[in-house]
């Protein structure tokens, strides 16, 4: 059974449609990643599927349930992480998890236990005394990721679980995802930075304007826009121009000027390797210099790039 299937899901607010027709398939006991910029519709898709929202049209199944049929039913399968943390921060870690421990039914000894049993396997055994107002950004955000958990939920939505953090508690917060899933959990990820969605989510459906524009693997979008990308790093800066012409003449593609002064990249099609070797060679003979060159597939970044240019150019 698949944790989530949603078809034509649509909810307005006014005159402008959050979610315009969204269609998902989420597979039980793996990441899925929501993929979109700010105001994408995102978040207001996470709310409909746990039932915070009413959908205006369009239908919503959580393993089985629907969620406007059955919403007790779904709420029984699911937690959700929002955006910000919904910890108290004049409590300690302990007294958090021991009252939502408590209010969602658990015995006060079992309730203990499950504390110090997620206290300890989120690193924040030493902190655990501590008011919450003195935890760091990232320290506050795995409290809130234990807190959902407090009792293992069959699906787990993560919205946005990272923003703000700084790159360590991103890296302990994806660890943490990554051991909940172990333990048969589905997770359903919401996020605006494409290397969390390329670490962590098996699949990905690319949002944009409330509409999926774009869903797959990691390979398949990759693959979607190009089956390569060629980055140069030039020993002179005054030689781009004249490299992105060439470039673009050799490869017969759209060569990009990054933000360094000595790079470009360029998306291929067809014979990658075949042509990255003509354009270096021709390169070398007109006197350009290439000081670091890299052949691979396209990042996440510019699949999402190219996707959402196609949607702009589509719109126009």
């Known amino acids: 059974m698949n944790a989530i299937e949603t078809s034509g899901l649509v909810k307005v607010f006014g005159d402008t449609r959050a979610v315009d027709g969204v269609d998902l398939t989420v597979p039980a006991g793996t990441v899925y990643g929501l993929l979109g910029p700010n105001g994408a519709g995102k978040t207001t898709t996470v709310k409909m599927l746990a039932t915070l929202l009413r959908p205006d049209d369009g239908e919503a199944r959580i393993f089985g349930h629907d969620v406007r049929a059955d919403p007790n039913a779904v709420r029984r399968l699911v937690s959700l ?26 015995p006060r000894a079992r309730a203990r236990d499950r504390a110090a049993q997620l206290l300890s396997a989120f690193g924040l ?24 958990i407090l009792n293992t939920p ?3 939505f993560l919205d946005e679980p990272t923003t703000g953090l700084d790159p360590r508690s991103r890296n302990q917060v994806w660890d943490i995802v990554r051991a909940v899933v172990a333990h048969g959990t589905t997770v359903l990820l919401t996020t605006q930075y494409l290397d969390e969605a390329d670490q962590l989510a098996s699949r990905i459906a690319v949002i944009d304007h409330g509409r999926v524009i774009a869903e797959g ?5 990759k693959a979607s826009v190009g089956v390569g990308s060629v980055h140069l790093r030039l020993r002179d800066a005054d030689q781009r121009p004249a490299a992105r012409d060439l470039l673009a003449h050799v490869l017969d ?23 990255a070797a003509e354009a270096l060679a021709r390169l070398s003979r007109e006197g ?7 052949l691979g597939q396209p990042s996440l970044d510019e699949v999402f790039l190219a996707l959402t240019d196609k949607q702009k150019e589509a719109a126009a």
């Not at 501590?130 to 959902?148: C, E, P, T």
């Not at 693997?217 to 979008?221: A, D, P, R, S």
């Open 154 to 156: 069959k699906l787990l």
């Open 217 to 221: 693997t990691k390979g398949e979008l």
């Open 253 to 275: 593609a759209e060569v990009s000027l990054d933000a360094d002064p000595v790079a470009l990249t360029a998306r291929l099609s067809g014979r990658a390797a075949e042509q």
């Open 81 to 106: 992480t929002g955006q910000y943390a919904s910890v108290d921060e004049d409590l300690t870690g302990t007294e958090n998890l021991l009252l939502l421990g408590r209010l969602i039914g658990h």
């Open 288 to 294: 350009i210099t290439v000081d670091n060159f890299s």
């Open 125 to 148: 055994t030493e902190a655990a005394g501590k008011q919450v107002k003195h935890y760091s950004g990232g320290m506050r955000r795995r409290l809130d990721i234990a807190a959902s």
